[in-house]
T-cell receptor, first 111, second 114 residues
């Protein structure tokens, strides 16, 4: 069964303290892996798509990487405005139209 | 571009009542979907559509109905509301479902069933 697991569930960082969020996935074949940011009371907002192992993408203080089993979202020198829930999702080669989401990591960055 | 819009933002229903959650997108996206988000369970797919006139079930379809008569609109109907349907509902769209495109989400509808 296709599955996505995110860790940790919650993370508190001091401003400027870099860290990484993990997304482990089990799928029969990967079409794409997505990262989203979700602020309280709002819908998820797209960040990145990764397609194959070894791929990396960056946006401001965020960098997403992909291996055959997991993806990492690296946050470098975070600021309080980076506080949000970060969601990972995969689209498998089977069940083409379906996206499978993890439960997310709640990030709090303290000033 | 308004993106994906959802109405209402909040709704309280009594058990057994029916209602329709509205979703519209102005990006000419083929693929649209409905999710529910519950604490500790992530986003779960209820129904999806790959184009006007075509819909299919997701992971948790029971108690919900959808139709897609136009490209823009994808309403979700609760047939007879139950407390277990208390949740936050998100509508999303992407260019197509057959290629790997990101989804764009609406702002959500917070539904409480008493």
């Amino acid at each position: 069964e296709d599955q996505v697991t995110q860790s940790p569930e919650a993370l508190r960082l001091q401003e400027g303290e870099s860290s990484s969020l993990n997304c482990s996935y089990t799928v029969s074949g990967l079409r794409g892996l997505f990262w989203y940011r979700q602020d309280p009371g709002k819908g998820p907002e797209f960040l990145f798509t990764l397609y194959s192992a070894g791929e990396e993408k960056e946006k401001e203080r965020l960098k997403a990487t992909l291996t055959k089993k997991e993806s990492f979202l690296h946050i470098t020198a975070p600021k309080p405005e980076d506080s949000a829930t970060y969601l990972c999702a995969v689209q498998a080669t089977s069940g083409t139209y379906k996206y499978i989401f993890g439960t997310g990591t709640r990030l709090k960055v303290l000033a | 571009n308004a993106g994906v819009t959802q109405t209402p933002k909040f709704q309280v229903l009594k058990t057994g009542q029916s209602m329709t959650l509205q979703c519209a997108q102005d990006m000419n996206h083929e693929y649209m979907s409905w999710y529910r988000q519950d604490p500790g369970m992530g986003l779960r797919l209820i129904h999806y559509s790959v184009g006007a006139g075509i819909t299919d079930q997701g992971e948790v379809p029971n108690g919900y109905n959808v139709s897609r008569s136009t490209t823009e609109d994808f309403p979700l109907r609760l047939l007879s509301a139950a407390p277990s349907q208390t949740s936050v509902y998100f509508c999303a769209s992407s260019l197509t479902g057959t290629e790997t495109y990101e989804q764009y989400f609406g702002p959500g509808t917070r539904l409480t069933v008493t």
